[in-house]
């Protein structure tokens, strides 16, 4: 995805999908800005997104800080921050298309 946003116009925010269902788990950049959201990921080596960015209806965080789709997908985990939770996700399991 850092391919595909090297140059993403900063008002656009990019849904990413279960890669199983289809189904869209997170939505960003929210609540900060597309180079706020590119840095941070780049800096982890994976997409890190925030609270305001999760699709709630379609993730949930497991007690041990495992973050999974409601159908089950592992997705990663929630590592957080001196910022508060920084889900740091497995682009593999969020590079799937919208459900028709």
Not at 14 to 23: A, C, E, L, R
Not at 31 to 43: D, H, L, Y
Not at 60 to 80: A, C, F, I, K, Q
Not at 94 to 99: D, I, K, L
Request: with cysteine; aromatic share 10%; net charge neutral.
């Amino acid at each position: 995805f850092i391919t595909k946003t090297n140059d993403p116009p900063a008002d656009k925010e990019i849904t990413f999908y279960d890669s199983n269902t289809g189904k869209p788990l997170f939505y960003a950049p929210r609540g900060r800005t597309m180079e706020q959201f590119i840095k941070e990921s780049r800096n982890h080596g994976w997409p890190s997104f925030r609270d305001d960015e999760v699709d709630w209806k379609n993730v949930r965080l497991l007690e041990n800080g495992e973050t999974v789709s409601v159908d089950g997908t592992h997705l990663g985990h929630n590592l957080p921050d001196r910022k508060g939770s920084r889900y740091c996700i497995n682009l593999v399991c969020v590079a799937g298309n919208p459900t028709k």
